[in-house]
Each structure stands twice: as C-alpha cells, then as structure tokens.
C-alpha cells in the first residue's frame, strides 16, 4: 500500500512563507500525478497545485504566482513553496498521488490515494 506523508504545516503571518513536503513509499511502479488539495473551514477541498503526466503543473487562480510546486522524483517527493501567504490560505494541505504499485505476485495495481493533511493557519 503506498502511504503519503506531508510536513512543514505551521502558524505564520499574512506575507510569510511556507514549505510543504510530502514523500510517497511503497512499492511504487510510476506516479502517474502527485501534488496538493486545501480544504478551508466550512469549504470543500480544492486544487492547490500538482503535477500531471508528462511533467505539466495546474495551479489554482488563486495561488498561482505566489505558490510553488517542485518535485524530487528520485525520491518520490513533491514540494509546496508558499509566498505571500494570506489569510485565505489558512487550510488543512493535502497530498495526493495517484500511479501504479507492484504487488508481491509481480503485477502492478492502481493507487489513488491521500496523505493524512498538514495544518496551515496564517494570521492577520
């Protein structure tokens, strides 16, 4: 099974920065995609940013130009660089993965899955 974790959540004030991890382990074959989901109190979760197929990155509106993605494949890690944090980016931070995993018979099966989320507030 793979497991994703995140870290690097924290208490920071409006115009700080943030740096999010998350490492993905397993018995991973590929990463088909792996980035970041937000869910803001009383809201549903959203994109924040990730990485497709091929390389590309999706950002959300609202953070684009000030957030981040970078990715250490090597090491099946995706990055979350947060500038200019504002109050409205105060949010549980989720990583998401989905790819192929190789099973103990040799054949490969689908995941899809999501880190437990990391805490991110940012005070006025």
């Not at 793979?2 to 208490?11: A, D, I, P, Q």
């Not at 940013?49 to 000030?66: D, I, L, M, P, Q």
């Not at 790819?99 to 103990?104: H, S, Y």
């Amino acid at each position: 099974q793979v497991r994703l974790v995140e870290s690097g959540g924290g208490l920071v004030q409006t115009g700080g920065s943030l740096r999010l991890s998350c490492v993905a382990s397993g018995n991973i074959f590929s990463i088909i995609a792996m980035g970041w989901y937000r869910r803001a109190p009383g809201k549903q979760r959203e994109l924040v940013a990730r990485f497709t197929g091929g390389g590309s990155t999706n950002y959300a509106g609202s953070v684009e130009g000030r957030f981040t993605i970078s990715a250490d494949n090597a090491k099946n890690t995706v990055y979350l660089g947060m500038n200019t944090l504002e109050p409205e980016d105060t949010a549980v931070y989720y990583c998401h993965a989905e790819g192929w995993e190789r099973m103990i018979t040799g054949s490969l099966r689908a995941f899809n899955d999501w880190g437990q989320g990391t805490q991110v507030t940012v005070s006025s």
